[in-house]
């Protein structure tokens, strides 16, 4: 299988996702979608040979020889021309296009740093601000999920969660460090199990992981 993974920042979980893969040959980094050039995770592609696609274009041209889908269409062309089976959107922060939806349905993940559904997830809901608002609600768990995308931010059938103990004192920064330390195993952990066929449905569309 070959996967492209979308990131928008630092691209910790591509990594996490780009180890996992590399150890378990599960799938192959065929392609890294970002909406800017310049991030760590765009960075981190390059610097591995795999090939960049800037989506949604530019406003100012980019000085590297990265691809530029030009809209929806001209990204799923690009997923295509690189063999892609699956989409693992790691950290990507605008919505995708319902072409790419309908391409590819039921072969797109999303990690979301929040046990969804939520009042912590959906639009705007990213980064520290998941971590402030769990800590606002005086929650005393929170967590990290995977699940399907749709054309809705965070909306998608949950495949995979793991809970995180918010603990006495805790900062968004102290949660935000300890949530990702476990997105970077149940995203790998989901991944496979998509790349290898090992997710079933029922008739009510949940979907489950078998044989792991
Ligand atoms: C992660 O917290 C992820 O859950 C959220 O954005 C962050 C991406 O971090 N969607 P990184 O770019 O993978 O380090």
């Not at 892609?84 to 590819?104: D, F, R, S």
């Not at 997830?121 to 005086?138: D, I």
Request: aromatic share 8%.
């Amino acid at each position: 299988a070959r996967v492209a993974v979308f990131v928008s920042g630092g691209g910790s979980n591509l990594r996490a996702l780009e180890e996992a893969m590399q150890a378990k040959k599960f799938a192959k980094l065929g392609v890294v979608v970002t909406n800017k050039a310049t991030c760590g995770g765009a960075q981190f592609a390059r610097d591995a040979g795999v090939p960049v696609v800037v989506y949604p274009p530019p406003k100012t041209a980019v000085e590297t020889d990265d691809e530029v889908a030009e809209d929806g269409v001209q990204l799923v062309e690009a997923l295509q021309s690189h063999g892609v089976n699956y989409v693992l959107l790691a950290g990507y922060l605008k919505l995708i296009p319902e072409q790419l939806v309908a391409a590819y349905t039921r072969r797109i993940l999303n990690i979301h740093p929040a046990l969804l559904p939520s009042p912590f997830g959906g639009k705007g809901m990213y980064g520290q601000r998941v971590h402030a608002a769990v800590l606002e609600s005086g929650a005393k768990v929170c967590g990290c999920t995977v699940h399907f995308v749709d054309e809705e931010y965070d909306r998608g059938a949950i495949l995979g969660q793991r809970t995180v103990d918010v603990l006495q004192g805790d900062t968004a920064e102290d949660l935000a460090k300890r949530v990702l330390a476990y997105e970077h195993k149940l995203f790998p952990w989901c991944a496979q199990a998509l790349c290898e066929d090992r997710v079933q449905w029922d008739d009510q569309g949940v979907p489950w992981i078998v044989d792991d």
